[in-house]
């Protein structure tokens, strides 16, 4: 529930130290109290997850595709499909936002006041969850991606000439396969800073 939800519930008093005393009264007691995505709950504590486990887990990974339109809409919700499709620089699947939404981790977040009205997307609270994020500051910056080894040197080249067009990677251009704007936004420029 939010802090709204419980406070309305309490006449309107507020809970947020009720909150934090509660997180440090379940802190070593096999559960947690969380907030994820501007909702708190309850979740097993990591070191004993594995004892509560019946059902075995099977990991299902995501395309290539789906991965990118992840991140795509992650860094530049709300998105609509042909802002993802001119930031990776092909046709997306339908199939390929369909599982996204399955997954819980993206939703119809309306429709763009602009001629046609298309549908946009945005990522949910249980994206949030799954990552463990409170919000989307909390994504990692360039810097960061970097660092993890997480970006080639393919990517850094379309990423200089993303940032800056009139870079000599910019004139010369290099044949990624992506073309239109980059992937990472202002956002991602600024390293994963947050407010």
Do not use: C
Not at 83 to 88: G, P, S, T
Not at 133 to 158: F, H, T
């Amino acid at each position: 529930m939010s802090v709204e939800q419980i406070a309305a519930h309490l006449g309107q008093a507020d809970v947020r130290p009720a909150l934090a005393e509660l997180q440090r009264h379940y802190e070593r007691r096999g559960i947690r109290l969380v907030e994820r995505g501007k909702r708190w709950h309850f979740e097993t504590a990591p070191d004993l997850a594995h004892l509560l486990r019946r059902e075995k887990e099977e990991p299902r990974r995501l395309s290539r595709a789906a991965t990118e339109v992840l991140a795509i809409v992650a860094y530049h919700e709300p998105v609509s499909r042909a802002e993802i499709e001119a930031i990776r620089g092909v046709q997306t699947a339908k199939g390929t936002l369909d599982v996204l939404m399955e997954a819980g981790w993206v939703r119809v977040a309306g429709r763009r006041e602009v001629p046609g009205r298309p549908v946009i997307y945005a990522t949910t609270p249980d994206f949030l969850a799954h990552f463990g994020l409170k919000s989307l500051k909390e994504l990692p910056g360039i810097d960061e991606l970097r660092a993890a080894g997480l970006l080639d040197p393919v990517d850094d080249e379309m990423i200089e000439t993303a940032l800056n067009p009139g870079s000599p990677a910019g004139e010369h251009g290099h044949d990624s396969g992506v073309t239109g704007p980059g992937l990472y936004d202002d956002r991602l420029a600024s390293s994963g800073e947050s407010s």
